[in-house]
């Protein structure tokens, strides 16, 4: 007999070489149809493998990561052999889960194209495959016995990955006619997959590498319900509306030049305007809690980052420094504030009375992407971080962390941001040597931030062995609009750079000490921050935001005169308005500047303009009647500073 602990730790006792599947059978049947894989000792195994030892031991769900995982690869395999039907002496390279589903980079062979007007067709041959309810059987395979049986069928890309593999650790999955090459782990069969749909396909070269073949990759996705395909394709549908990029270019707010170059984003005059409100507010939010702006170059010195440590770990993946031509010194553009934020910390001497000190800064780095991961504004190759650099000592850790967090939800609040949890990145409790500063210092600042939140009353995941070699930290996941998670608002505790810049201060024992650092950022970067909040919103930005609060339309052509004299008059206010004096009709002019997301539009005829009023039009089309002009711009003030004061206690 074996023991078998499960996650309440309760224990059990079964027969040697029970399998996840019966287990899960003798608990519940209901757990038994749910069970997708079994987590044996925080390995991810088949339902159907045997476990001859003592384990901790999790049936594995749909809602559980891993569960969803071995579910989706699955059916990248089933997709493999129902294309392995339809396409004789198709070649396989490989074949993930990812996030939202799975892929599998395939060759299907000289002058033979997988289009889209194929994916029907591959689809059907997975029901049929689904139907068949082929069984997927895991088998171990000597590495020659491998070598020889991918050879044999020409399949030089697995006997490429083989050749990486340390034999006695090669496994096999089959089912039916079709064998992978595959560490695992699997469905017990295929009529688990219930719903299929092939999505796209894109080009990939074999490993990544410009100088290999380029095969095809195809992406698709798979769900245990029809229902939730079908929920699942609403939702593509409607990201695809929602895409930063597309509602960008409508609403003029970014553009990118390939003269000027690939992820180097333009802020055109309207998303300037954005962003610019969106650094404000956090600019006075920032000085409300005593940071102060600090202003760096947008260069540093090469031994700067030599220092910082950032060259060894980046700088081959980097722009090339430039040179000096006299001197032939070495500059690197600034991948990250913090090297020039230290230095700024070492200009004075300080003590523990200076402390916390607090730089902030909106500072623009440059990081080298690969053009082919370059994507809108949320992949670029220069962004701006709304950076800040907390100095303080180890016992002000979790002050601190109450602060930002603070901070954090009154942006949250301003920006309507109601679904988030934070995720708490800590040690891996089992390999302490890996990291750096002392255990007493980790401890404190661990206990802080999870104390911080519980105090904040935070919905929180913790996560061992996630956190950084040089501290702990704590993140912000939001879900948009759509349900997609989205990482912000990271708070990171640094024992690394104040050693390796050697910063001090006088303590009240009069000896010196090393300051803990705290890097954060709220929105992270201002462009992918922009980019969610297009998604998120749909580009109908909170009134507070949107670049054009209010569009004045004319009703004739006799009236502009009156248009621009409330634009003029709301600028006092600051309300950014402008007037749509295009010779069409009302209608039209509403429809076009609803399509635009205007918050508010005003109407103007011969009764407005006789009496000074305005006929008020929320977005959506809600009638808000007449309204004298100064009733308008206090409602319009009213309204935006409710929002943008809505997280303060
Ligand atoms: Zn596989
Ligand atoms: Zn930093």
């Known amino acids: 007999m074996i023991k078998i602990t499960f996650p309440d730790a309760s224990v059990r006792e079964y027969e040697k070489g029970i399998t996840g599947l019966e287990i899960a059978e003798s608990i519940s049947r209901r757990l ?55 396409y004789p002496g198709i070649k396989f390279g490989i074949g993930p889960a990812i996030e939202n589903g799975f892929y599998y980079d395939v060759d299907p062979g000289a002058g033979v194209a997988i289009k889209e007007a194929d994916f029907p067709l591959i689809e059907k041959k997975m029901m ?152 404000d507010f956090l600019k006075k939010i920032q000085l409300e809690f005593d940071y102060q702006q600090v202003i760096t170059p947008h260069i540093g010195h090469k031994q700067l980052y030599v220092t910082s440590g950032h060259y060894a770990k980046y700088g081959a993946d980097s722009f090339k420094p430039i040179q000096t031509p006299e001197e032939g010194e070495e500059f690197l553009l ?31 780095v440059y990081r080298y992407e690969q053009s082919g991961e370059l994507h809108g504004l949320t992949r670029v190759r220069g962004f701006t971080q709304d950076d800040a650099h907390i100095f303080c000592t180890p016992d002000q850790v979790k002050d601190e962390f109450l602060k930002v967090v603070d901070i954090i939800f009154i942006i949250f609040n301003a920006l309507n941001f109601q679904n988030f949890e934070a995720q708490i990145s800590l040690r891996d409790p089992n390999d302490r040597d890996k990291y750096i500063g002392s255990d007493e210092n980790w401890e404190k600042a661990e206990r802080a931030i999870i104390e911080a939140c519980e105090e904040k009353g935070l919905k929180t995941k913790i996560e061992l062995g996630e956190a950084a070699f040089y501290g702990p930290k704590l993140d912000f996941m939001v879900k948009d609009a759509l349900g997609r998670r989205w990482q912000l608002g990271t708070i990171q505790v640094d024992y690394n750079l104040p050693d390796r810049f050697e910063l001090e201060y006088t303590g009240a024992d009069n000896q010196k000490h090393r300051p803990v650092m705290i890097h954060r950022a709220p929105f992270g970067s201002m462009e992918r921050f922009v980019a969610l909040l297009i998604e998120h919103t749909a580009g109908k930005f909170p009134l507070w935001l949107a670049p054009t609060q209010a569009v004045v339309l004319p009703v004739s052509e006799k009236f502009n005169d009156y248009a621009y004299n409330i634009v ?33 539009l005003l109407i103007v005829g011969e009764k407005e303009a006789e009496n000074e009023e305005v006929s008020v039009r929320k977005q959506g089309g809600e009638d808000k009647g007449i309204v004298k002009l100064h009733t308008f711009a206090d409602n319009i003030l009213l309204e935006q500073n409710e929002m943008m004061n809505a997280g303060r206690v």
């Not at 100088?211 to 229902?227: A, H, V």
């Not at 300080?350 to 500072?363: C, I, M, Q």
């Open 32 to 86: 038994a149809q749910d069970a997708l894989a079994v987590s044996v000792n925080g390995e991810t195994w088949d339902l159907t493998r045997p476990i001859n030892n003592d384990s901790d031991v999790n049936i594995l769900k749909w809602e559980d990561e891993q569960g969803k995982h071995a579910y989706w690869h699955s059916s990248a395999h089933l997709m493999a052999e129902a294309l392995q039907m339809l």
């Open 128 to 279: 049929e495959l689904i139907a068949a309810k082929e069984d997927i059987q895991r088998k171990s395979i000597t590495k020659d016995d491998a070598v020889k049986m991918f050879s044999e069928r020409d399949e030089n890309y697995k006997v490429e990955l083989i050749s990486e593999l340390e034999d006695g650790t090669i496994t096999t999955y089959t089912q039916g006619v079709f064998t992978d090459l595959c560490r695992g782990p699997h469905l017990p069969n295929t009529s688990y997959i219930k719903a299929v749909k092939i999505l796209s396909s894109a080009g990939a070269y074999w490993r990544g590498d410009e100088k290999r073949p380029q095969l095809t990759r195809l992406y698709g996705i798979t769900f245990p319900k029809k229902k939730m395909l079908d929920e699942y394709l609403v939702l593509l549908e409607e990201a695809k509306k929602r895409d930063h990029r597309k509602i960008g270019k409508e609403l003029q707010l970014f553009t990118f030049s390939q003269t000027v170059g690939s992820g180097l984003p333009l802020w055109l005059p309207k998303g300037t305007q954005l962003r610019l409100k969106l650094e």
């Open 334 to 364: 600034k991948p990250m504030n913090c090297p020039h934020h230290c230095e700024i910390y070492k200009a004075f001497p300080h003590s523990y009375k200076d402390l916390p000190l607090r730089l902030a800064e909106f500072g623009t």
């Open 568 to 600: 003029k008059e709301l600028k006092k206010f600051d309300i950014r308005a402008e007037v749509d004096d295009r010779n069409e009709k009302v209608g039209r002019k509403i429809r076009d500047n609803e399509l635009k997301r205007i918050p508010y």
